[in-house]
């Protein structure tokens, strides 16, 4: 599990917005529908790694 102190101050490195944890496997971006994955408990921050989230999801 990564630590929640890491997750306040990584951003997004598209856009810089804020981050937040999505579950153990990925952190999002909800600005940018970027989910990039937890691997070890490493965020992979790569926008090129990132998977977009498609917009026509159900709301939860």
């Keep these: 599990m990564i630590n929640k ?3 306040e101050i990584l951003a997004c490195p598209q ?3 804020a981050v937040k944890l999505q ?3 990925g952190i999002l971006c909800e600005k940018c529908n970027l ?3 937890i691997k070890d408990g490493i965020p992979i921050m790569l ?3 990132a998977k977009r ?3 026509k ?3 939860q």
Aim: charged fraction near 45%.
């Design 5 to 7: 102190d890491l997750i």
């Design 15 to 17: 856009c810089k917005g």
């Design 23 to 25: 579950d153990e496997h």
């Design 35 to 37: 989910l990039y994955e």
């Design 47 to 49: 926008v090129d790694r």
């Design 53 to 55: 989230l498609d917009d």
């Design 57 to 59: 999801s159900p709301s």
